[in-house]
C-alpha cells in the first residue's frame, strides 16, 4: 500500500536561512512524487514534482527537492527562507503500477520569522 | 484563465439530509478527482474519473458517497444519509492526463452536518 510520511508538523526558520521539509514515502512500484502548497483562504498549489530523471527537481517560487530512492524521500529545500514562504505544505505520491490514487501526508507548517 | 470552481463554499446541513456538491474542471482537463480533508490532515482520496467514467473509486468510505461526471465536465459529489463524521472540506481537483501530470485544486465546499 501506498503511504506517505511528513515527520514534522511544523517547521521553523528564520527569513535567509535556509529550510527544509521532510517527506518519505512508501509504494510498491516507482514513485511519482509532488509538493503542494496551501496558503491561508486559498487552495491548494503545485510546486514540483518528481517523475523520472534528475533526483534534484527545481519549482515554483525558489523552490527545489531531492528525490533519494535509497532512502525514500523526497525532502523540499529552499536556500533562503522568505516571510512569504509561511504556509502549510503538503508532500504527495503515487505509483506507476497502474492506479489514479494519489496519497498525501498530513501536512507540514512552515514559520518563517522576519 | 478559470481555475477549478466548487460550488457551494459552504453548505450546513442536518443529519441524515442528502447533500450534492459541483466541481467545474478546468476546461479540457479529462482527468477529475475528489478529495476529502478533514481538520489538521492532508487530502484523502475518494474517487478519480477519467473522462465520463469514474476510473477508480476506491477511496469513497460507503455506499453513501456516488459521484457523477455525465458529459465529461462538471462533476457532482453526491452523499446520502449524512452522518456529523461527514463534516469536512470537500476538494475537487483536475489535471490534464491521469498518470503523472500535476492536479489543479479548487478552493473547497466546507460541509457541516449538524
Known amino acids: 500500500a501506498q503511504s506517505v510520511a511528513q515527520p514534522e508538523d511544523q517547521v521553523n526558520v528564520a527569513e535567509g536561512n535556509p529550510l527544509t521539509v521532510k517527506c518519505t514515502y512508501s509504494v510498491s512500484g516507482n514513485p511519482y512524487l509532488f509538493w503542494y502548497v496551501q496558503y491561508p483562504n486559498r487552495g491548494l498549489q503545485f510546486l514540483l514534482k518528481?517523475?523520472?530523471?534528475?533526483?534534484l527537481v527545481k519549482g515554483s517560487y525558489g523552490f527545489e527537492a531531492e528525490f533519494n530512492k535509497s532512502q525514500t524521500s523526497f525532502h523540499l529545500k529552499k536556500p533562503s527562507a522568505l516571510v512569504s514562504d509561511s504556509a502549510l505544505y503538503f508532500c504527495?505520491?503515487?505509483?506507476?503500477?497502474?492506479?489514479?490514487?494519489?496519497?498525501f501526508g498530513a501536512g507540514t507548517r512552515l514559520f518563517v520569522k522576519a | 484563465g478559470a481555475g477549478v470552481s466548487q460550488t457551494p463554499s459552504n453548505k450546513v446541513t442536518e443529519k441524515g439530509k442528502y447533500v450534492e456538491l459541483r466541481c467545474d474542471p478546468i476546461?479540457?482537463?479529462?482527468?477529475l478527482y475528489w478529495y476529502r480533508q478533514s481538520l489538521g490532515q492532508g487530502p484523502e482520496f475518494l474517487i478519480y474519473f477519467q473522462g465520463t467514467g469514474a476510473a477508480d473509486d476506491s477511496g469513497l468510505p460507503n455506499d453513501r458517497f456516488f459521484a457523477v461526471r455525465p458529459e465529461g465536465s462538471v462533476s457532482t459529489l453526491k452523499i446520502q444519509r449524512t452522518e456529523r463524521g461527514d463534516s469536512a472540506v470537500y476538494l475537487c481537483a483536475s489535471s490534464l492526463t491521469s498518470s503523472y501530470n500535476e492536479q489543479f485544486f479548487g478552493p473547497g465546499t466546507r460541509l457541516t452536518v449538524l
Open positions: 504527495a505520491v503515487r505509483d506507476d503500477t497502474g492506479g489514479f490514487k494519489t496519497i
Open positions: 476546461s479540457g482537463h479529462t482527468a
Open positions: 518528481y517523475i523520472t530523471g534528475d533526483n
